[in-house]
């Protein structure tokens, strides 16, 4: 789930963003130390070969191949693709954070316009909200790694008490290749569509209204099961990747102390750790961790949006709305600047 | 079809993107192997003909040239044009996504507010949505060269049954030198406006709805239609690809390994495999060619949206939804957290 | 009228976009070849004074000058300028496309609510259409050079039937110092009010649907115009056109080939040909020049939207539309898929 | 007022945008020929100083400084900053462009749907839409400068017409310490309501599109008055202009012509004019003043936005809209299409 | 709360923008004092152990870690990150802006379709608006350190008059782990719903009206919660903000003034003063600022929104609006134009 900092930046004072440095959950640290590991480990093995394998002919060449890295590493354009790159997958991430479904709008207006303190007219209530729950269960199921944990087979929403048998077997019985997410928004329009003709809603604004906001509701789902279907193109994520190992592996080899007694340009100084190597590994490596972290947002990051929490509290809101506050509000009273 | 590999990006883990990088489908190799093939092709030409062609005057004449191309190859202003112009292109590309016509909408209400069950009703049910598909068909086939295929004239729409002969009589008779894909929809309305005359549309508020979401539904037809007719600028597509190929050139020339006997600067060592050039090659022209396929999304490349499947799927849908889910929901009943 | 190329580039393949550099029309040499030759031609002259016309002391000072100007060249940020100024033309040049009124939903509707098969119902609808034409033609002659060219006087819209003679003296009898092409668009809502009261729109719904419709037309027409009158502000054009002009003139003096017998810095070979800074030349001039023909979409360039090609289309389908097509439809079938 | 230069650029064509060098009002050259001239007055000084002032040790010690302001100048990121900072004031600019109020549409509508012929329906339309226009006068006295200026208390607004005493009496009788420009909007709304009751609207729907629409307007109101109340934070432009100004004080010491006997690199040559520090002293104050003209639209640079202008206008258009234009067109006429 | 500085902008004139930077409220100066003094601090610590604290050797050796210091910060993408990460966070800043919920217009529509002028129905009017009011309360609490520190419990609530000690138990009967900040909000359509059964709210259009417009204020109220629950990714924040430190790191050490004696290159002369890297700090920790001030618009910084002041005045003008404000308007008078 998503960790929100904000309390922490509230006021920009000294050491606002440097504090947030030392979190280690959804933090940089924890998603690049492995690959940290593994370029330090090369770096060292090369640096080892070089000081204390290679003989001297060889180590001229090693210098040689080192300048012409270094000299090279450079033409590689990586801030810029990193740059736009992640652009690109920072607006996708937040679009989708604002195409995620939430039925409160479309509970409050049931509550208000679908009358009857009955049993049918609860009844209708609770199964209008349920079927928007269920869509959006299916939808998530096909795009978030961890719902599908949670809900491997039909069977398992049924448990859940997302849909009844009945339903199930209504569902199976339309017959189409294609995702059916959206047949249970359409049974809630035509359980509308009876409930005006039974007078339930009483007018037919109420009803217009049901099927505008059903109509967002359905279209926050589409969003969802289109940003899944259709990545950032292939080809831009592999040039990217590309760019970005293939300039860390120029390091490993570029930025190689060489021996001072050579007078080679640039190498007065032999410091063993090279710091500022290791910071650009950590930049450009981060940089491209921002966009696959972001790229997905449906996955086990500790970053990624919490679907399961989202689809508990959607249903619990859900019936609250229709069933607990139906018609109810607290008994009206003078407020304190009445006069 | 767009190859999703949303799935496989779900979790920032170590060997995350680099993985992408061994798939071939949409893949960049894919699109680059012959541009690649050409460019090393020349280089070694040039390479030969350097090492083992030219006599020694002319080798000085050659490293001179190569030595200017090299300094001079790095005014062109390749990342910063290429970065504004892929973000232009990613972000048509993406709203042409978004101008795609689903039906979904139009036809759950269809099957919502046109009643009637006997045959007549099925048939104006079955009809409106029909016309609607036929109109998208009509923008699609000339926008996408794969649906062209499928349909190439009217007779084959005729045949696929989006269309039947009698209409495609009234359609011809409409005489008009522009495109006149919008005249389904205009007989869709009309036949909503007979359809609420004979109160198989039983109130104001749906005929209206209906019209507010064919308005929509039209939008996105000429949106896709527009882009289509509207490309980017000639001009600014000539700029990038002669400022990529200019630059791709003369490193052909400027990135020779020269005889380092010769003590010029930067060239003191012969590695016969211009390694770094190699990935420039591969950054810049992946980048033109991330450019190259998406700015028409509406063909036959690997990651284009597949226009004859949503054409055979809206179909499916369309009737679907208005035909066998007519009015029908599954029995309601009480869900597990009734009380 | 702009140039479609999007079927030439639907597949990405080898050779894709370079197959665009052979095109005239709409093309970046039409655009430049005349700012070429004059740079040619200056970089000639002075490439012929300093080789023959200038005596041993005055090379030197050219070849100083030269220097300078080659060293201090690089400090004009033309790129950053370029980039960011497009990008605004860009957006700017995309909004007024969708800016562009487009009756076709309007008439659609007119079609549909409008109702009476006699001579005074189709007066109304063709008058109402009519007057949504008029007011369009009215804004482009303001805006388009090349729909000022045909209507350059109010007779001449009078001629091409979009305004009767009765009609053009109520315009006229209208006192006011400020543009009135919103007066016919007033004059639909108030025949939509006067029809609306005979009976002829037979309800409310139908009436504000018409209102909102034409609301959304009048924005268009309102967003062509201030599109025309707040123009990027001229002082960011200056700007970007000093840089741009400025780094070309120092180009000129800095990059002439300099005697390879002074042994000056990057100045080891005579190739008489600067092919770089023609390159230089192409890319900036034409990326300006990308600005200039998308500045004002509405002149006579190969690239600007046909104006008068819209106005012609629209008035002919908005007469389909509610005229020739008023209520009818094909006669209802079976489709192919019944069973 | 805006200076439009459209028409001038409708066509791309040799000299297009060079033409645009040679005018003055709204120029560059206007904005900047001040802080010009005291930067060539500065640079001179130092020059002077330097040539004739100074010993030979001083003379060394100025040119060390000189070398060390050039070489640390290229540090200081303007190009970036300026190109950042210049897209978001751009994008401010036209947004508050896009807010203006227009009370075209409002009007149009007034005198659509409230009804009446007699002096009082005569009243209460003129009264309507007087309301819309003393709200945005009172927003704009806020904003604007020059419309303070117009307006410098009540009694001018009184006086102009668009408030009457009565009018004047009741809004002061309304306590709150906030600012009340939306009182007349209100107003508009219980005006509304009571046509309604007395018939004069005839119908709920009529009386629900002046609500809609009102709103609209009141939202552009509220977004002129809060780009008024939230600047830009005043730390990015403080950071911008302190980029900008050092980077330019840095160059009057860093860009002196040195005595080229000293063989100070890049110093071969004494122009005495500094061509190309004054055409970067033109790039970056100009990109700043671009800036520095748009961040506040409503004042009196050349470009800002005529708004004295608007009111007049506005006010103009309303009157004509609901009196003169109320209920009437022109008769209806068989156009010369008929047949 | 936000500091406006438009109005010393209003005009582009000499001295415009330098003229800011003599403000200290809001300053940059105020939000980096303490940073500067650490680090010209540890800039003077290292510069005196160098001049006086080292041996020979020592200076030597620290001469060469100076220089590759120096040489490898420029490797830093500092701009590039900046750039992109501060574009970022000023849209999110906007957005935010634009999503605080303002209740005027649905205080207006209450006032106008919330018919009675008996307690009752004064009653209904008010309580309407204070649950609009008590639910922003709910929001911002859980937002704004400000609005926390004012009503750290729900009794402050109850004291300010926001809600009675009957809505404050009706609240906490309702169970739901979640946030129920939009409970107040369900309350407002309750007793709309009511209002409309009363006859109150005399028809449909208007209750479909007040549902449409909560439903908006609704959406505000998520927003504001959305942008405090999701940050942007802390990856991200995390990368910037080490890019940027460690630049400055750097500087600290590759900035020295060494000894000129020694012949370094680039050191020439000792100024002892560094102003550049100086100005660097300012430059690049000044624009990481702007991000720390921009991040969390809702704490206590000099430029935050300022949450409270906003509570209190929404409070006043929504009982402004549908109180004092119902139903009246001044008397109709004939304008001075009437004629």
């Avoid at 995620?100 to 049993?119: K, M, N, Q, T």
Wanted: with cysteine; aromatic share 16%.
């Amino acid at each position: 789930m998503t960790k929100s900092y904000s309390l922490k930046v509230a006021n920009a004072r000294l050491g606002g963003f440097p504090r947030l440095l030392l979190r280690w959950k959804a933090s940089i640290y924890k998603l690049l130390y492995k690959e940290m590991a593994i370029f330090v480990g090369l770096y060292v093995s090369l640096s080892v070969t070089y000081r204390f394998a290679l003989n001297e002919p060889q180590k001229r060449m090693f210098e040689k191949i080192a300048m012409y890295c270094h000299q090279y590493s450079d033409l590689i354009p990586v801030s810029f693709l990193l740059g736009f790159y992640v652009s690109i997958i920072y607006a996708r991430w937040w679009n989708q954070y604002l195409s995620l479904p939430w039925p409160d709008r479309l509970a409050s207006l049931v509550g208000c316009v679908v009358h009857g303190p009955d049993e049918r007219g609860r009844l209708i209530r609770r199964t209008m909200v349920r079927y928007l729950n269920l869509s959006a269960v299916m939808v998530m199921r096909g795009v978030s790694t961890l719902v599908y944990k949670r809900f491997p087979t039909m069977t398992h929403i049924i448990d859940a008490g997302f849909m009844t048998i009945a339903e199930w077997k209504e569902y199976e019985s339309l017959e189409s290749p294609h995702s059916k997410f959206w047949v249970p928004i359409n049974w809630f329009c035509n359980l509308a569509s009876e409930a005006r003709q039974e007078g339930r809603i009483r007018d037919d604004f109420a009803f217009k209204a049901l099927m505008e906001e059903v109509n967002i509701y359905r279209g926050c789902l589409g969003m969802i099961y289109s940003y899944d279907w259709i990545s950032v193109p292939l080809v831009y994520t592999q040039v990217v990747t590309v760019a970005v190992y293939t300039f860390l592996l120029s390091c490993l080899m570029g930025r190689q102390y060489l021996d001072p007694e050579q007078k080679l340009e640039g190498h007065d100084v032999d410091l063993y750790i090279p710091a500022f190597t290791l910071l650009q590994f950590f930049f450009y490596m981060g940089w491209l961790k921002v966009a696959e972290q972001l790229i997905n947002p449906f996955g086990e990051d500790d970053d990624d949006f919490d679907s399961n929490w989202c689809i508990d509290r959607n249903l619990q809101i859900s019936y609250l709305a229709v069933d607990d506050m139906y018609l109810s509000h607290p008994p009206l009273e003078k407020d304190i600047y009445w006069n």
